[in-house]
């Protein structure tokens, strides 16, 4: 753990020192994608295109070796005010070997699709705080926690909150989320169905007319079947955020979080290492075309 935080923040403190001093920064902020693992309350103005590429990384399990990397392309349009679409499509990358419950596996695979749908119900620029509402729906064929075949449908309903704390200095965002998920195993043929709500909060300040630093904060609740079922385990998460405006047009957005605490149902450890994994990191780039 201290090797990877170690690496991550002397990533940050190149990046930094690295990053052009020629890129004014804007009066404000603009949310829509300064976060790692949460979403802003702006959508961009009518007629951007951009295209985006994130990469997710998930490591550590109860016990074993864990890792899965998720790379997701992703294109958005503002076809009106307020409104923005996303289409995305995600490969996906697993290298587990003695992990409690999940089988041994090394592949590379088509993971599935998603379509992300945001609109804005209130600017923070006109009132006191900033709010929008997303869906995103995706449909996949590889489990991303365990990487078996099937068919994996889910929902991600997002209520984001976002104002400035600080005006043009410090930003701070609220996301409230609920998460619906149905799988059915090929191999096993077994369906499940689960769901998770959770609460997330960060702040981030400008350092440099284009660099924000600052972290995030995430705590879920998961349960069996869509409805909040049975209680299956909980997590706390925290961690760095860094995001840089490198040009006019692109950008890129680092995080790392790590779970502080959590616990699974009918266990007694300070951490969930069954339904969430120890360490979470995530890299976005973008560009506008």
């Known amino acids: 753990m201290r090797i990877e935080a170690h690496t991550f923040w002397t990533v940050i403190a190149c990046a930094v020192a690295l990053a052009p001093a020629c890129v004014s920064a804007e009066e404000g902020f603009d949310t829509e994608h300064i976060f790692g693992f949460m979403i802003g309350t702006d959508v961009g103005n009518p007629g951007e295109r951009e295209f985006q590429s994130q990469t997710t990384g998930r490591f550590g399990k109860g016990g074993g070796a864990y890792r899965a990397l998720a790379q997701e392309v992703e294109v958005e349009v503002v076809p009106l005010p307020n409104f923005r679409i996303e289409l995305g499509a995600t490969a996906s990358l697993h290298d587990i070997t003695g992990v409690p419950d999940i089988d041994d596996r090394r592949q590379f695979n088509f993971q599935g699709a998603s379509l992300d749908l945001r609109y804005r119900l209130l600017d923070r620029e006109r009132a006191p705080f900033g709010l929008t509402i997303a869906t995103e729906l995706h449909g996949d064929r590889i489990d991303e926690t365990s990487g078996a075949k099937g068919r994996m449908y889910g929902t991600d309903f997002t209520l984001a909150f976002d104002r400035e704390l600080v005006p043009n200095f410090v930003i701070g965002a609220l996301n409230l989320v609920y998460q619906p998920e149905w799988a059915r195993v090929e191999v096993a043929g077994t369906s499940e169905k689960s769901s998770t709500i959770g609460a997330a909060f960060a702040a981030l300040a400008r350092v440099r007319p284009n660099v924000l630093l600052g ?75």
């Open 215 to 289: 972290g995030e904060m995430r705590y879920f609740r998961q349960y069996e079947g869509i409805g909040l079922g049975e209680f299956a385990g909980q997590a706390l998460f925290v961690g760095p955020t860094a995001y840089f405006q490198l040009s006019e047009k692109s950008r890129l957005t680092l995080s790392w979080n790590m779970q502080a605490w959590g616990r699974a149902a009918g266990s007694g450890g300070n951490l969930d290492l069954v339904n969430f994994e120890r360490h979470q990191a995530r890299l976005v780039f973008g560009v506008n075309f």
